[in-house]
């Protein structure tokens, strides 16, 4: 079992540029979580998706961010017209439908905007 | 008042001793608790996982939730240096299936001195 994928692991943007960060979910889960944790900040929630679903995104900025979860593939977090203060680490977990076993992070993609 | 406080250390303690880790809430509806461990430039690596108040224990830790305090501790006994880490309490409200994000604390960076 590969665990939670991620990639890129290092993504390097220009400002305004757009940064699409990608997340396949560990074998046999179904929930994608994807998270934000800034320099000296605690990871913060953005998003919550099923497949095909959007389930809760109270977490996700108004503005230029958004994610899908397409029946086929990983999940995507996309980010356009980035700015510097974009700059973060970006986490993706996931669970089975009852988390039983709580929630498995990946590796994260860690996004600079220059 | 955040809703999560835990304190960011860093704490430092000599190979052998007994650690302990505490996060404090102030939301009633959490039900869940779990503790994260995340290596520098790392993905959080689940440690423990526990579902109202009570004990859990697993090798050398041991998780404690005190609903009634809103307190909830870690505990890791004989240190290694390789527990050098930092320490992520998590929690949410709602059981699987559920629409919710985890609510991290900003972690305790904890040293293990050889």
């Known amino acids: 079992n590969a665990g939670v994928m991620q990639n890129p692991r290092h993504l390097v943007r220009r400002r305004g540029q757009e940064a699409r960060l990608r997340c396949s979910p560990m074998?046999?889960?179904?929930?994608v979580y994807w998270y934000r944790q800034l320099p000296e900040e605690g990871l913060k929630f953005m998003v919550y998706?099923?497949?095909?679903?959007?389930?809760?995104e109270s977490g996700m900025p108004k503005e230029r961010f958004s994610a899908e979860f397409p029946k086929e593939g990983p999940s995507i977090l996309r980010i356009q017209q980035v700015v510097r203060g974009d700059s973060a680490a970006y986490f993706c977990?996931?669970?089975?439908?009852?988390?039983?076993?709580?929630?498995?992070f990946g590796s994260g993609t860690r996004l600079t905007v220059v | 008042q955040k809703e999560v406080e835990q304190d960011p250390g860093p704490l430092s303690v000599p190979e052998g001793a007994i650690v302990s880790l505490n996060c404090t809430y102030s939301?009633?509806?959490?039900?869940?608790f779990m503790w994260y461990r995340q290596y520098s430039r790392k993905g959080p690596e689940l440690l423990m996982y526990t579902y109202s108040s009570g004990n859990k224990e697993d090798g050398r830790f041991t998780a404690q939730v005190d609903k009634s305090s809103k307190y909830i501790s870690l505990f890791i006994r004989d240190s290694q240096p390789s527990d050098s880490a930092t320490y992520l309490c998590?929690?949410?409200?709602?059981?699987?299936?559920?629409?919710?994000?985890?609510?991290f604390g900003k972690g305790t960076h904890l040293i293990i001195q050889p």
């Open positions: 074998k046999g889960h179904s929930h």
């Open positions: 998706l099923q497949k095909e679903n959007i389930i809760d």
């Open positions: 977990a996931s669970s089975d439908r009852d988390r039983e076993d709580g929630y498995t």
């Open positions: 998590a929690m949410s409200g709602y059981s699987g299936g559920g629409a919710d994000g985890l609510t």
């Open positions: 939301n009633s509806a959490f039900q869940y």
